[in-house]
């Protein structure tokens, strides 16, 4: 089965400092990886994802992932905070087969300090 | 607008009560999606629709009841809640099965309070 695991459900950074939300996913598959975004009373949006080929992917917003296999992470980055960054963030994972059944992480909330 | 609409956005409900949910995706997407967001939890993937079938039911409860008449409508009825059903309930849409990395495009969610 499936699982993904966001360390840190609270994130503090200031504004300018680099942006570190971290992601490991457990798959007995090579996974397809996301990073969603939500905003105050909004829905989830795409932010990036992983599928196959460069494990550098490049998202909205600035945003990009890195998927190590090794580590079984896909931590997201951004090198520069903006207030407007303030969101829930979620990482799911999903596999080929079964690829509608996405799994989500419990969130992390970041938090942008003036 | 992200093209899937949520209605209501708020609904208060009393444990007797029956109501629904409504979801319409503008996408031409040909899957649905019902997700429970509760506090401190994982979103929960509750029912899939493909063509209108559904191919995914994740073990909810049956006074959950979910219906799809057509690839860009979907509802969630709801009858004899538990205070535990409170949560946001998101619906969301997708282009479907065998599409590879099944990217989802989510509605703002009907907040549920059922007291």
């Known amino acids: 089965a499936q699982s993904v695991t966001q360390l840190g459900s609270h994130v503090s950074v200031s504004e300018g400092a680099l942006v570190l939300l971290r992601c490991n996913y457990s798959s007995s598959v090579p996974p397809y990886l996301f990073w969603y975004v939500q905003y105050p009373n909004q829905g989830l949006q795409l932010l990036l994802k992983y599928t196959t080929g460069a494990t550098l992917v490049k998202g909205i917003n600035g945003f990009e992932a890195e998927f190590k296999k090794s580590e079984t992470s896909f931590h997201l980055t951004k090198p520069s905070a903006h207030m407007s960054d303030a969101a829930e963030y979620f990482c799911?994972?999903?596999?080929?087969?079964?690829?509608?059944?996405?799994?989500f992480g419990q969130g992390t909330r970041l938090t942008i300090n003036p | 607008e992200t093209g899937v609409t949520q209605t209501p956005r708020h609904l208060v409900m009393g444990m007797t009560n029956k109501k629904s949910l409504k979801c319409e995706q503008h996408l031409g997407h040909n899957a649905m999606y019902w997700y429970k967001q509760s506090a401190k939890k994982p979103l929960e993937l509750m029912f899939v629709?493909?063509?209108?079938?559904?191919?995914e039911n994740n073990s909810v409860p049956s006074r959950f009841s979910p219906e799809c008449p057509n690839s860009s409508h979907l509802f969630l009825h709801l009858h004899t809640l538990q205070p535990e059903d409170s949560a946001l309930y998101l619906c969301a849409s997708s282009r479907g099965q065998n599409t590879g990395a099944n990217v989802l495009t989510f509605g703002a969610g009907s907040r549920l309070t059922v007291l």
């Open positions: 629709y493909n063509f209108k079938e559904q191919t």
């Open positions: 799911a994972v999903s596999q080929i087969e079964g690829a509608q059944k996405l799994v």
